[in-house]
């Protein structure tokens, strides 16, 4: 049975002991893909594939905190090129991944969005790198 996660799953940096939030998250996502290789002969009269190279992207909107250590991170890793370790999902009752995906990343883009009478909203797109780790584990 489906079970309602969207306001539970969060997108946390991480230094590889601790994990913290976002602050102002208001949206996430996580898109994982597969290249297709096709590998159809002439025998066959239907197309067949292999699945190729893996990777993957996350997008999240955020307010704006110019305070939020998490979100200096991510600006300084844009500016850097340097990769953050991140963990997009829900967190088990001692603090480490319970319920989603770890992964390395780097920034893709960070853009702000001026809106009159709101808040300051940042959209930060990351390019995963390298493997991504699920939890619980897949068999």
């Excluded at 102002?24 to 009269?45: F, Q, R, W």
């Amino acid at each position: 049975m489906a079970k309602s996660l969207g306001n539970t799953r969060k997108l946390y940096l991480t230094t590889g002991t601790t994990y913290n939030a976002l602050t102002g998250e208001t949206t996430s996502s996580i898109n994982l893909s597969a290249d297709m290789i096709e590998v159809s002969d002439k025998s066959a009269s239907w197309k067949e594939y292999l699945a190729g190279y893996k990777g993957g992207t996350v997008d999240a909107t955020i307010f704006a905190d110019e305070t939020d250590e998490q979100q200096k991170t991510l600006l300084e890793a844009l500016h850097n090129g340097t990769e953050v370790k991140c963990f997009l999902g829900n967190l088990g009752s001692n603090n480490t991944p319970a319920e989603g995906d770890a992964f390395s990343a780097l920034v893709a883009s960070i853009g702000e969005t001026y809106d009159t009478g709101s808040a300051i909203a940042r959209n930060i797109s990351l390019q995963i790198t390298g493997e991504v780790t699920h939890y619980p584990a897949l068999s």
